[in-house]
T-cell receptor, first 109, second 114 residues
Framework: KQEVTQIPAALSVPEGENLVLNCSFTDSAIYNLQWFRQDPGKGLTSLLLIQSSQREQTSGRLNASLDKSSGRSTLYIAASQPGDSATYLCAVSGNQFYFGTGTSLTVIP | ETGVTQTPRHLVMGMTNKKSLKCEQHLGHNAMYWYKQSAKKPLELMFVYSLEERVENNSVPSRFSPECPNSSHLFLHLHTLQPEDSALYLC?????????????FGPGTRLLVL
C-alpha cells in the first residue's frame, strides 16, 4: 500500500523567509502528485498538480517539484506571508488518492 | 453557490442517534467521494461514487451508509456511531472517477460522538 510521509510535521518561520516542505512516497507508480492547503476547520484547496511526466509546476510564489524515481516532492514557498499559515497536504494518486499527514506552517509577522 | 457544499458544518450526536451528512456539488462532476480526517492521521478514503454507482468501499463499518441519489448529491447516513468516529468528514468531487483527475473538496462536517 502506498505510504506518504511529510516532513516536518510543523514549521514556524518569520515573515519574508523562503521555505521548503517535503513529501515522500513509497510507490513510484503514480499518476500525479497534488499539494493542498487546509485552513483550520476547513476543507482542502488545491494548490498545484504535477502530472507524473512533469518535473515541476509553479503558481505565483509557489513551486512544486517531483522526482518520481526517488519518491520525493518539495513545495517551495517564496517570501512567506502570515496569510500562508495553514496545513499543507501532499497527495499522490494511484488507484486512489493517498494523503500525507501534513505540515502545519505558521508564518510569524 | 459554487463548488462543493456540505451540511451541517458541525454535528454532535449520541451513540444511539441517527443522523445524515449531506454533500452537494455544483461543478457538473460525475464522481463524488467521502473522506474521514482524524487528528494526526492522513485522510482516509471511505467511499467513491461514479455516475451514482458505488465503485469503492474501503472496508468502512456498516454504521456508515452512503447514498448517491444523483450525480450532484451525496449523503452519509450515520447510526450507532462510536466515540472514535469523531472526526472531520470531507466530501470531494471530480470530473470523472480516476487517478488523473483533480478533486475539489467541501469545507467538511466536524462530527463529535458522545
Amino acid at each position: 500500500k502506498q505510504e506518504v510521509t511529510q516532513i516536518p510535521a510543523a514549521l514556524s518561520v518569520p515573515e519574508g523567509e523562503n521555505l521548503v516542505l517535503n513529501c515522500s512516497f513509497t510507490d513510484s507508480a503514480i499518476y500525479n502528485l497534488q499539494w493542498f492547503r487546509q485552513d483550520p476547520g476547513k476543507g482542502l484547496t488545491s494548490l498545484l498538480l504535477i502530472q507524473s511526466s512533469q518535473r515541476e509546476q509553479t503558481s505565483g510564489r509557489l513551486n512544486a517539484s517531483l522526482d518520481k524515481s526517488s519518491g520525493r516532492s518539495t513545495l517551495y514557498i517564496a517570501a512567506s506571508q502570515p496569510g500562508d499559515s495553514a496545513t499543507y497536504l501532499c497527495a499522490v494518486s494511484g488507484n486512489q488518492f493517498y494523503f500525507g499527514t501534513g505540515t502545519s506552517l505558521t508564518v510569524i509577522p | 453557490e459554487t463548488g462543493v457544499t456540505q451540511t451541517p458544518r458541525h454535528l454532535v450526536m449520541g451513540m444511539t442517534n441517527k443522523k445524515s451528512l449531506k454533500c452537494e456539488q455544483h461543478l457538473g462532476h460525475n464522481a463524488m467521494y467521502w473522506y474521514k480526517q482524524s487528528a494526526k492521521k492522513p485522510l482516509e478514503l471511505m467511499f467513491v461514487y461514479s455516475l451514482e454507482e458505488r465503485v469503492e468501499n474501503n472496508s468502512v463499518p456498516s454504521r456508515f451508509s452512503p447514498e448517491c441519489p444523483n450525480s450532484s448529491h451525496l449523503f452519509l447516513h450515520l447510526h450507532t456511531l462510536q466515540p472514535e468516529d469523531s472526526a472531520l468528514y470531507l466530501c470531494a468531487s471530480s470530473q470523472n472517477q480516476g487517478a488523473p483527475e483533480t478533486q475539489y473538496f467541501g469545507p467538511g462536517t466536524r462530527l463529535l460522538v458522545l
